[in-house]
């Protein structure tokens, strides 16, 4: 069993799907510390469950950590061990927890991370896209307009890209996506990742696109994963839109567009979504 020290906090790494994959030295910290913060203690408690683990669980989320964050530093403070955990995944990343993590580095509290399962590189080890340079971006905004100002600030990212998103908001995050980096650029889906219906898809941003809701089932939970910008293609797209600069000074938009995709084959949709003219 982990030799558990008193007034220390546990980040807890636990399963994305299946249960086989907590950690022997999880499953030890979980069953000695005298209390657990879970984001969804219903969860929790069925994880527990099929280890035979009985815990106190304090509920410990998005909506209540503010309130309940002094309180768990208290208990640390007088010498309680203490394992923060999530529904899936390690906590803090795009899930609850970096307050209590930054309180407890504030009072000097210990702080030790068990490491385990996280859907980002579990996702990205999978995808077939470079590994060796990779940006998480978490989930990005839900309001349309916020979405496509945060995905053109990394239209030049190089690096690949890895996002989380809500099976109800696939559809659109893809045609932002879509339309902001350009059909042909390579990305993944990775959807319920180590789970009985796990599936990868590749291939680019267009034909992922026009596959959701057909061969690519909206149930469960996504990983997205695009690939960076190539200096091939944005040397290319910088000339794209020198030469549409030019002829829009001439003419309409619209005209430039057509004559910007007759001078360098793109076609006149391609043209449209580097330069984002409406219409």
């Known amino acids: 069993m982990d030799n558990v020290l008193p007034g220390t906090l546990y980040v807890v790494g636990t399963p ?7 950690s022997i030295r999880a499953r030890s910290v979980l ?41 768990l530093l208290v208990q640390l403070k007088t010498g309680k061990s203490l394992a923060l955990v999530v529904d899936a995944g390690m906590p803090t ?9 930054r309180a407890a580095l504030a009072a000097n ?15 990205l080890s999978i ?17 349309g307009n916020q979405r496509r100002e945060r995905l ?15 099976v109800h908001r696939l559809p659109d995050a893809f045609a932002a996506l879509t339309e902001v980096f350009g059909g042909t650029r390579q990305s993944v889906i990775a959807r319920e990742l180590t789970k009985l ?9 267009a034909e992922l696109s026009g596959q959701l809701g057909n061969d690519i089932p909206l149930k469960g939970e996504f990983v997205v994963l695009v690939a960076g910008c190539t200096g091939v293609e944005s040397v290319a797209n910088s000339e794209v839109l020198r030469i549409f600069a030019i002829l829009s000074n001439s003419v309409t938009a619209k005209e430039a ?3 910007t995709a007759k001078i360098t084959g793109l076609s006149r949709n391609d043209v449209y979504q580097l330069t984002r003219i409406p219409g």
Do not use: W
């Not at 994305?16 to 907590?22: E, K």
């Not at 203690?41 to 002094?70: C, D, F």
């Open 127 to 143: 995808s077939g896209l470079p590994t060796d340079r990779f940006v998480f971006e978490g989930f990005l905004p839900r309001r």
């Open 257 to 259: 567009v057509a004559l």
């Open 109 to 123: 509290v210990p702080i030790v991370s068990v490491p385990g399962p996280s859907a980002d590189t579990a996702a």
């Open 93 to 101: 990343i795009s899930d609850p927890g970096v307050r209590l993590v």
């Open 31 to 71: 069953a000695a510390v005298d209390l657990i913060a879970a984001e969804d203690t219903r969860q929790t408690r069925r994880l527990l469950s099929s280890i035979g683990l009985k815990v106190t669980l304090i509920a410990y989320h998005e909506h209540n950590e503010r309130q309940r964050t002094p309180g």
């Open 197 to 205: 219906h796990e599936a990868v898809y590749c291939g680019t941003l």
């Open 152 to 166: 053109k600030l990394l239209a030049s990212e190089s690096r690949t890209m890895i996002f989380y998103e809500s």
């Open 16 to 22: 994305i799907g299946n249960l086989d994959d907590l």
